[in-house]
């Protein structure tokens, strides 16, 4: 598995975990902010990853910048996804959906990279419908950004 795979898969193991918490719906970016580190250094350490190595600088830069923009990430995942609103969707499809939007959005990663990395992580993670879900929004945002 590849250092930025492993970032990935840290990053939505962590972004899920933050999920869990309760949090005040008016304050969730200052929050989520604020827990993420110790998040991150947990499932990190279970993943046997240090802290300051590539993999978890990498994860740590997607959280950052992904809980920074969530607001526009969400609105992106919610105009691209019928039937279904962003609290319908299931937490992990969800992460794994904000990272990779993130990704397309913010940095130079190349969209067919992010979503091919996406739908690998899906799979591994998520129930067997989740990749062509998380594709569909992937494509179309993707395509729209064109």
């Known amino acids: 598995m590849g250092l930025r795979r492993k970032g990935r ?6 972004l899920y975990s ?27 350490t279970d993943r046997g990853v240090e802290e300051g190595v590539k993999e978890f600088n990498f994860a740590d830069s997607i959280l950052k910048g992904l809980i920074q923009n969530i607001d526009e990430i969400d609105e992106q ?10 609290d319908k969707i299931a937490y992990l499809d969800k992460s794994v959906l904000r990272i990779a939007i993130y990704e397309i959005l913010f ?11 996406a739908i690998e992580i899906a799979k591994k993670y998520c129930s067997e419908s ?7 929004i992937l494509n179309a945002t993707s ?3 064109k």
């Not at 898969?9 to 962590?14: K, L, P, S």
């Not at 995942?77 to 962003?86: F, L, R, V």
């Not at 989740?130 to 569909?136: H, L, R």
């Open 9 to 14: 898969e840290i990053a939505v193991q962590t």
């Open 18 to 44: 933050l999920e869990y918490l309760e949090l005040d719906s008016f304050l969730r970016e200052l929050e989520f902010l604020e827990k993420y580190p110790q998040k991150l250094i947990e499932i990190a």
């Open 77 to 86: 995942i919610s105009k691209h996804s019928t039937h279904w609103t962003i």
């Open 107 to 117: 940095t130079s990663t190349p969209h067919p990279i992010v979503m091919n990395e």
């Open 130 to 136: 989740s990749a062509k879900f998380i594709n569909g």
């Open 143 to 145: 395509k729209e950004l």
